[in-house]
């Protein structure tokens, strides 16, 4: 059974960066097919799609956001994190991480999701 849990600071200063880590308990980030993803939700709005990095390293961002996204990760930990720079206040969102299989899978395993707010 696949657990994803997101951690790091709830509060950033303006223009600093957002940095999130999700840690992937039950199977490996390189088991091959999985996709791990980046997701997002502002207060009273939607979802939004942020990116995600495949089982091989391979990373592919939301076009409105990938100048300011970037996507790692550390095998030996289990764990794969977000970077956001230049933060705004409508990067103000609980984010979440996700997993799925394949390029047209639904993202099936979510973590709990951890709300950041910009000052």
């Known amino acids: 059974q696949v657990q994803l849990q997101e951690s790091g600071p709830g509060l950033v200063n303006p223009s600093q960066t957002l940095s999130l880590t999700c840690t992937v308990s039950?199977?490996?980030?390189?088991?091959?097919?999985?996709?791990w993803d980046w997701i997002r939700q502002p207060p009273g709005k939607g979802l939004e799609w942020i990116g995600y990095?495949?089982?091989?390293?391979?990373?592919y961002f939301n076009s409105s956001l990938k100048s300011r996204t970037s996507i790692s990760r550390d095998t030996s930990k289990n764990q794969f994190t977000l970077q956001l720079s230049s933060v705004t206040p409508e990067d103000t969102a609980v984010y979440y991480c996700?997993?799925?299989?394949?390029?047209?899978?639904?993202?099936?395993?979510w973590g709990q999701g951890t709300l950041v707010t910009r000052l």
């Open positions: 990095i495949v089982y091989s390293g391979i990373t």
């Open positions: 039950g199977v490996s980030l390189t088991t091959n097919g999985y996709y």
């Open positions: 996700a997993r799925r299989l394949g390029n047209m899978g639904y993202l099936e395993s």
